[in-house]
Structures are given as structure tokens and as C-alpha cells.
């Protein structure tokens, strides 16, 4: 399956079970989480949120902390999520590993649900706010289990290849959400 991610300002790649989009509320610490989290260079009002002794701080210090319940939610797999610079992506979903790109995350995915949802995190964000449906990209239906997903990121062609298949192991945990495209 081929698509095409369209990002109109830094956003991200989350692919979730669908039972965790049927609980996500406005005013959660996800929304929040998320909101900071796709404000990487400390460029909205999201910053006056934090004390006068945050904003004193480099934006990447506070961001890295603020960001740090997205990366244990990762680590557990909740939702697999990362970065992405403003731009267009071509994103090929696969069952298994074609080749290998410039980088390669790899995520765990627990599915409870028998399906799988791909939103495009900042516009997500945007029609969750004004209380519209949630757009999705695509939904996939997978028996429950764990899964690997994982993505090679060819990055002169703004390719992303995601493979999705049963955990064959714990994948590496992260420390910090990735931009691949840096």
C-alpha cells in the first residue's frame, strides 16, 4: 500500500491501536504531550505554559523533559511514533523488509483491538481541537498481539517504508523522540 504524507508544518508519524484514538480526550496529557512535542524549536505560545524559570532554560532542555511520557508510552508500545520536518512523504506499508535505508526505527506496537490506525500528528491535532472526526491516513486490521513496526527512511527520495510484523523481540528502546529526516 502507497501513500502520501502530507506534512504542511513539523509534525510526526503515530500509528496507534484504534481503541487508544476512541480514548484520547481534549486536555489529556497526550494532547498536551504531543502539542509540545511537535513544537521543536520552541516557536509557539505553548512556551509561556512553562514557569519563568523554564523559559530562562534552552527550549531542547524543557522539550526533552516535557516530551519524556511520549517516549515511555513509545518504549511500552502504546503507539509507535516520530518526527517529521514539513514536506511530503511517500509511505509504503509492507509486510516485510525490502531494503535498507539511510536510518531504520524500530517500535513496538501492542493491538488490542483487531486494527490499527496512521494519522498525520499536526493535522490530527487541528481537527481533534475543532472537534472533527480524526483523519486517518489509513487503518489496518491485525489479529491482537505485539508487532515490530518498523521504518526505513530513504531520505533523499522522502520515502518512509513501514513493516509491520509479529515481535520477533523487545525493540531497542529510545531516549528522545527522532527526527529522521535530520
Not at 536510518?103 to 506496537?109: G, V
Request: proline fraction near 4%; charged fraction near 20%; include cysteine.
Amino acid at each position: 500500500m502507497s501513500l502520501i504524507l502530507e506534512c504542511y508544518e513539523t509534525s510526526g508519524l503515530l500509528i496507534a491501536d484504534m481503541q487508544f484514538f476512541a480514548g484520547w480526550e481534549i486536555g489529556d496529557y497526550f494532547t498536551y504531550d504531543l502539542n509540545v512535542a511537535l513544537d521543536i524549536e520552541g516557536d509557539s505560545e505553548i512556551i509561556f505554559d512553562f514557569s519563568e524559570a523554564d523559559q530562562a532554560k534552552p527550549w531542547s532542555v524543557v522539550w526533552q523533559r516535557e516530551t519524556k511520557r511520549l517516549v515511555d508510552s513509545v518504549n511500552k508500545g502504546e503507539y509507535s511514533f516520530f518526527l517529521l520536518p514539513t514536506g511530503d512523504y511517500n509511505l509504503d506499508i509492507t509486510s516485510q523488509i525490502s531494503r535498507q535505508g539511510d536510518a531504520q526505527i524500530t517500535h513496538n506496537l501492542r493491538v488490542v483491538s483487531g486494527e490499527i490506525g496512521f494519522i498525520e500528528a499536526a493535522g490530527a491535532l487541528e481537527t481533534f481541537y475543532s472537534r472533527e472526526p480524526i483523519p486517518f491516513i489509513y487503518k489496518k486490521p491485525l489479529p491482537n498481539g505485539i508487532y515490530s513496526v518498523t521504518y526505513n527512511i530513504f531520505r533523499d527520495t522522502k520515502n518512509i517504508e513501514v513493516t509491520i510484523q509479529p515481535v520477533a523481540g523487545q525493540a531497542k528502546l529510545i531516549d528522545s523522540l527522532q527526527n529522521p529526516f535530520q
